[in-house]
């Protein structure tokens, strides 16, 4: 099965279980890929993440069902998931932009989230700079902490802001950004902020210590100021280089390298600013 194929065929397995009790790791499953590899896929290749998919697939839904029958809010709240009327309530109304009071009595206006289509096109084209390297096992250090996958893309650069460029004293310079998730079943990963390993410093500061195993690594260089370039080029990554076929995630290892800013006259703003994924 390509990489096409297995999200096509997610998003017809959510579908055809809407009102069920669906896991990202269920969905991976029910497609052969793990959790890690199809959550990061899925919201490169589709615009959303896999929550926020579903949440706005069961809204609407749920909207043509309030017009079209005389269904309680509390049974439609169930029905979709929801613990209780009135959380859904709230979803229902910051997607909906009424109420479904308002919606019944007063036929307000309702958003449709039309399910996903996966269509062959004719895409790539391009030329994708990359290198494969055998490293060997590596040792960092740094600060972490667990993100969900569906809010990870809005909270790990507030992580930064905190850790980085608002802290009186930098507990690190930032050299790497690394994305662990070794079980790549589950819904959250450790995220760390972290440079090369000085066991002294370490020690000093009280920083985690981590070692990166050995691993054949696909590295992609990005040159422009941040973060535009990485996020081109970890999109191409899914839609054009994994497609591809040849290669596939052995590890749920992700790794973003950053040079030192104060190489570039611009800083990390520089139009010649370099990093790697």
Known sequence: MDWAEAIGNAIAYIEDNITEDLTVGRIACEVNLSAFYFQKGFSMLCGYTVGEYIRMRRLSLAGSEILSSDGKVIDLALKYGYDSPDSFTKAFTRFHGSTPTEVKKNGALL??????????????????????????????MGVSRKFSYETANEEIPKYWDEVIIRAKERPVMGMYGICFDEEMKGNEFRY?????????????????????????????????????????????IFSEWLPAGRYEIAEGYNIEYYSNPADFKEGMNDPGYYAEI
């Open 111 to 140: 958003k449709a989230f039309a399910p996903l289509q996966i269509k062959l096109t004719l895409e790539g084209g391009t030329v994708m700079e990359y290198r494969l390297e055998q490293k060997p096992a590596f040792k960092v």
């Open 192 to 236: 760390m902020i972290a440079d090369d390993l000085d066991k002294d410093e370490a020690s000093l500061k009280g920083l985690e210590e981590y070692e990166v195993p050995a691993h054949t690594w696909a590295v992609f260089p990005c040159r422009g100021a941040i973060p535009l370039p990485l996020q081109k080029v970890n999109r191409k």
